[in-house]
């Protein structure tokens, strides 16, 4: 086997690279929605929302489009073996890096970057966004901690941490490593 | 002493001083004083020289309209100029100086353009310097900008740092006055999100409650489509740069706040009075002499001639007069005055000149009299070291007017209001006209000195200059405006452009409503370029893709190059080598023995679905539908247009699977292009596809040792060899022990060849086991450059030549046309010009000497023909010295190309001298049997 260096970011108390995850790209086949649902076990959200089943999320990605995420490895496979008829099923499990946004000021880290309203009563527990954080897509969802998450492409990782990090900088104690 | 500090009074603490310089002499002010204030506190009175006659110029207002104080702030990069003196919040150590004088305030040399003045009328410069037309850039219009012009850029780069933000609310309150407090507090109680924001800095009275956000500082500057408003709030201009706020956080802060509704608030702006030399210092607006009396406890003079013609004015009076400011007398516009003028006159103890005007004033670098024409056209000249003037009140509606609304004149006040709202807003107090000008009389010129009777301060446009634009039939306002530059620049005609169309509407003898207003736009302060920027500038200007290999490549010394957002790694130098050397002995490793290349930025798409093929059979040009499955197929794409889009790659791994390989320029215009072929063009499809590009590190793996030292990496059973996996297979078997795989036999460089990609996580790493796997091969890492060298000996169409103006007939690409099926971009890559034989295409090119280099860019033309853009038939696209030849070749696209193989072509590149004879041959340099690949 081939050693793993895994990208390695700076963190600091609000601001944390989000533990790897399997993630595995779905889009529906033509009137297959529901036998993809029917297969899976739950219904997929229409709109940018987020459904958790068991350990694994489903995030909106589109129409008729899902991410989902757990922290299973077997996730695609088992996705493969339930659902291919009815969906492709695409690894994405190195597309992405996620980093994880939390603390009082998580909101005001965030509205640096990312141009919608992140204001409770606004942007719902369970709402997914698929915006930019500075000039980078992302896909921004809450999790169940309250705190924020962002997924960007792997390769503009190393700059979605580095627009992060300079957002966060005024909320950072100096010191903390 | 004329401008001195009240004893008491004012919202500054006095028990704070602060020292301050301008123009390099110290002084002292306290906290809470501007600048401006701080100041005339000190009797400074003269504070700038003007725009065009270098007259000496004080201060008219007390806030973000003053036309004449502008200064140049701090030193080094921080230098920023053009800042007005009025809002500036004094603080330990501020050095400010004035501008645009030369050498210095008190003297300036270049006030001889003030006896020139009749030379620099309006338009005087369009008219004088128009021949020759090239000395304008060159000479005239330098020369004029270092006479003219505003403050001085550090031309150094801005140290400060600054950021972005969004902001949300239901009501937006712009200005901290009394109606926007007020609008702010009734907002907040019925549960509105609500920002308010105010340019000033003294505290509000507003409650501290969850639901609102006050922005101090903060300037609204412009209004834009779906309620959405530009702001910028300044964090750090007001403090020390040694303080910690200004040493680590940003200086400025730009907001774009999206709110539901807006309520305007932004007050009135008072209007000059115009009559001969009201610039002199000591002349002021009415109410910026109350504001300095009240707020700052300054008194700008001692004695004091008011100059009005509404009510408005009396309070300001009484705080002057209660100031201890005496009051010599109240020039009246209205011929019986006013009840409320005359208690004020009786209880103050000052004469009133009914009826009467200001005739001019006098002075050298300071007001020290008038000359008043009273009613019966008798002058009486007066002393005084200050004339407080009030035209009436116009209505701050820049807002109200950036998505095109219309101001609409109030006669009863004499003054624009807001016309046609942006949607969502709502204009209140001063801003909308209320409770202004009462039994106003308007004047708009006064006196018998038009050429010094200044209108717009800021641009030295005088009433003689509007007289003259309308002469010479520049007679409608926005004429006006460009032939004058009334109401232009940094000022925006805050103070000047009621008073500018007015006298434009009485010499056109129109009414104003007839004349029309200019409308204003966005920024309504100036708004420093950095904070638009924020924080993405320098190397942080665009962002950085980094390959899942990078880390290898830097490791192995790397040397990088952008393309597009991507950073790639360009040669791996060894020891002392430079550039050449390091590509030749890559490209060398490749033809000889093996070398790998990351290739992960070509764009990779997966695509699934029961119409896959039919996908594919309409986006590319060329067939698809005999794929068999482990098979990859060269794929052409062209535009709706019938030019090609894009070359790449695509491999069946499954019945209804497939990934397909742009090139890294245009992979993310492809997916969209397949987003629209697919959503718009053919809807009916059932096809799914998407980017996997960062999903995979793929490396390319090249030479005649490929194969060895790839059957050390996949794990066994898989067959490798010629027969089981020949050139053009795809399949996906695992690697190093069970890591899925994807692998393709695919050649850009000419030799045995492979594309290996495996899940990114594992790039640097599968580098890194290449080069210990393939050591006693000697395998070696290469870059960009030397696949760029070896894909011109190969004659592979590139960026170059995919320039978006070739066709598949240019490329000789036109045997992929498919005749068996329809695909976009078909029908119009039928079109005769496109298939002319005598367009530019495809060739090779050998210097007939084989020594002289061919630069890309040359032009072609035939060896007899003079040199002229008619006898033009090409040019080369891409030139390299080969390593594998030992000389220098190239790609170019030559008129009727493949037909001229064999002749002689002249390659002439006027640019770089560049004039040498070449071969046309065809376009494969290197192994044209292609034997190599099959290896």
């Not at chain 2, 003898?509 to 409308?519: F, Q, Y």
């Not at chain 2, 904070?531 to 830097?554: E, I, M, N, Q, W």
């Not at chain 2, 006027?910 to 004879?917: K, Q």
Request: glycine share 10%; charged share 20%; hydrophobic share 45%.
């Amino acid at each position: 086997m081939l050693d793993i260096a895994p990208l390695k970011f700076p963190e600091s108390e609000v601001l944390q690279s989000l533990s790897r995850m399997s993630i595995a790209g779905i889009a529906a086949f033509k009137g297959r929605r529901a036998a993809l649902e029917a297969a899976l076990g739950l219904t997929l959200p229409h709109t940018p929302r987020r459904v958790a089943h068991g350990t694994t999320n489903y995030l909106w990605n589109g129409h008729d489009a899902w991410l989902a995420m757990s922290e299973t490895p077997a996730l695609l496979e088992n996705l493969t073996t339930v659902a291919a008829k009815f969906a492709a099923i695409t690894d994405q499990s190195d597309g992405f890096v996620a980093f994880r946004v939390s603390g009082f000021h998580r909101r005001a880290i965030l509205k640096k970057l990312v141009p919608i309203d992140l204001h409770q009563d606004v942007f719902a527990p369970d709402a997914v966004a698929l915006t930019l954080a500075g000039q980078l897509p992302v896909k921004l969802w809450m999790q169940d901690d309250g705190s924020f998450a962002l997924a960007g492409l792997r390769s503009f990782s190393r700059a979605l941490h580095h627009a992060l990090e300079e957002a966060a900088r005024e909320f950072v104690h100096p010191g903390h490593d | 002493m004329t401008a001195h500090r009240l004893p008491a009074g004012g919202l500054i603490d006095r028990g704070r001083p602060l020292g301050f310089t301008f123009d390099g002499k110290r002084y002292q002010g306290f906290a809470g004083d501007t600048l401006a204030s701080a100041l005339l506190a000190n009797d400074v009175r003269l504070v700038g020289r003007s725009f065009k006659y270098h007259r000496p110029r004080g201060l008219i207002a007390a806030g973000v309209e003053e036309p004449n104080a502008l200064v140049e702030l701090r030193s080094g990069g921080y230098r920023e100029p053009n800042t007005r003196a009025t809002v500036v919040e004094l603080f330990e150590g501020l050095e400010a100086r004035s501008q645009n004088r030369f050498p210095s305030l008190k003297f300036d040399l270049l006030g001889v353009n003030s006896l020139l003045a009749p030379l620099f009328a309006a338009g005087f410069y369009y008219k004088t310097f128009m021949w020759p037309a090239s000395f304008w850039e060159k000479l005239y219009e330098p020369a004029i900008r270092r006479a003219a012009g505003l403050g001085r850029h550090s031309r150094q780069a801005d140290p400060d740092t600054y950021e972005k933000s969004h902001e949300f609310c239901d009501v937006l309150v712009i200005g901290g006055g009394t109606s926007g407090i007020a609008a702010a507090r009734e907002a907040a109680a019925a549960g509105a999100r609500v920002i308010l924001c105010d340019e000033g800095f003294a505290p509000l009275d507003l409650p501290d409650a969850a639901n609102l956000s006050v922005f101090m500082r903060c300037t609204v500057f412009g209004v834009y489509d779906g309620g959405t408003y530009g702001a910028v709030q300044r964090l750090t201009d007001h403090l020390p740069a040694s303080h910690p706020s200004a040493r680590g956080g940003p200086r400025q802060r730009f907001m774009k706040i999206v709110a539901d509704r807006s309520i305007l608030a932004s007050g009135a702006f008072e209007r000059p009075m115009v009559f001969g030399y009201n610039d002199l210092p000591g002349i002021m607006l009415a109410g910026a002499v109350a504001t300095y009396v009240t707020r700052y406890a300054v008194a700008p003079g001692t004695n004091a001639v008011i100059f009005l013609n509404h009510d408005d004015v009396v309070p300001n009076v009484q705080i002057m007069a209660d100031a201890g400011i005496a009051i010599t007398a109240i020039v009246d516009v209205r011929a019986t005055s006013s009840e409320a003028v005359r208690v004020l006159s009786h209880r103050i103890q000052a004469p009133v000149f009914a009826g009467a005007v200001i005739d001019r004033a006098h002075g050298s670098t300071a007001v020290s009299g008038v000359d008043i024409i009273d009613a019966r056209g008798t002058k009486i000249s007066v002393p005084c070291d200050l004339v407080a003037m009030s035209g009436g009140w116009n209505p701050v509606l820049h807002l109200t007017s950036h998505l095109d609304g219309k101001p609409i004149w109030d006669e009863a006040i004499a003054a624009f209001v807001p016309g046609t709202l942006p949607h969502g807003m709502q204009v209140v107090g001063a801003a909308a006209g209320c409770g202004i000008n009462a039994n106003i009389q308007p004047l708009w010129l006064s006196g018998q000195h038009p050429a010094k009777s200044f209108v717009d301060f800021q641009n030295d446009v005088t009433a003689r200059d509007l007289i003259l634009a309308k002469q010479e039939g520049f007679a409608a306002v926005e004429h006006l405006k460009r032939y004058t530059t009334l109401g232009m620049a940094t000022d925006q005609g805050k103070t000047s452009n009621v008073n500018g169309l007015a006298i434009l509407a009485t010499e056109t003898g129109k009414t104003i409503p007839e004349t029309g207003t200019t409308r204003f736009r966005p920024p309504y302060t100036p708004v420093a370029l950095g904070v638009l920027a924020g924080p993405h500038r320098g190397k942080y200007f665009k962002p950085t893709r980094l390959t899942p290999t990078h880390d290898f490549a830097v490791a192995n010394h790397a040397t990088f190059v952008e393309a597009g957002l991507w950073l790639r790694a360009r040669y791996f130098a060894q020891g002392t080598e430079d550039r050449r050397a390091a590509v030749f002995r890559e490209v060398d490793a490749v033809r000889n023995g093996v070398g790998f290349c990351d290739v992960t930025t070509l764009g990779k798409i997966d695509i699934q679905g029961p119409d896959s093929v039919k996908f594919l059979e309409f986006v590319y040009a060329n067939g698809w539908n005999d794929l068999a499955i482990g098979r990859v197929r060269y794929g052409l794409m062209l535009r709706e247009d019938g030019f090609v889009m894009d070359d790449g790659t695509c491999a069946r791994l499954g019945q209804q699977h497939f990934v397909m390989t742009t090139t890294t320029a245009n992979a993310a215009k492809v997916m969209q292009h397949m987003e629209f072929c697919h959503q718009v063009l053919a809807p009916a499809l059932d096809v799914c596809f998407v980017s996997v590009t960062d999903q995979w590190a793929q490396l390319a793996i090249a030479g005649p040792h490929a194969r060895r030292v790839l059957q050390r990496l996949v794990d066994p059973p898989f067959d490798l060899s010629n027969d089981a996996f020949p050139h053009m297979a795809a399949a996906v078997p695992t690697i190093c022990g069970g890591i899925a795989a994807r692998l393709f036999r695919l050649s850009f460089s000419g030799e045995l060849g492979y594309e290996l990609a495996v899940p990114a996580r594992y790039g640097n790493a599968l580098a890194a086991q290449l080069m210990q796997t393939g050591a006693d091969f000697n395998i070696t890492p290469y870059g960009t450059e030397a696949l760029g060298v070896m894909r011109i000996e190969k004659g592979h169409p590139a960026g170059p030549e995919l320039n978006g103006q070739t066709t598949a007939h240019d490329l000789g690409l036109a045997r992929l046309l498919s005749r068996k099926k329809d695909y976009v971009g078909r029908a119009l890559a039928a079109r005769p010009a496109l298939t002319d034989p005598h367009r530019p295409t495809l060739v090779g090119l050998k210097p007939c000497d084989r020594r002289t280099i061919l630069r890309a860019g040359s032009h072609l033309l035939r060896p007899e023909a003079a040199l002229t853009a008619a006898n033009d038939e090409g040019f080369v696209t891409s030139a390299i010295v080969s390593p594998t030849l030992g000389y220098p070749i190239a790609l170019a696209l030559l008129a009727n190309g493949p037909a001229r193989i064999g002749e002689t072509i002249r390659v002439y590149d006027p640019i770089r001298n560049g004039d040498v004879l070449a071969d046309i041959v065809a376009p494969v340099f290197h192994d044209p049997a292609g034997s190599r690949r099959h290896a």
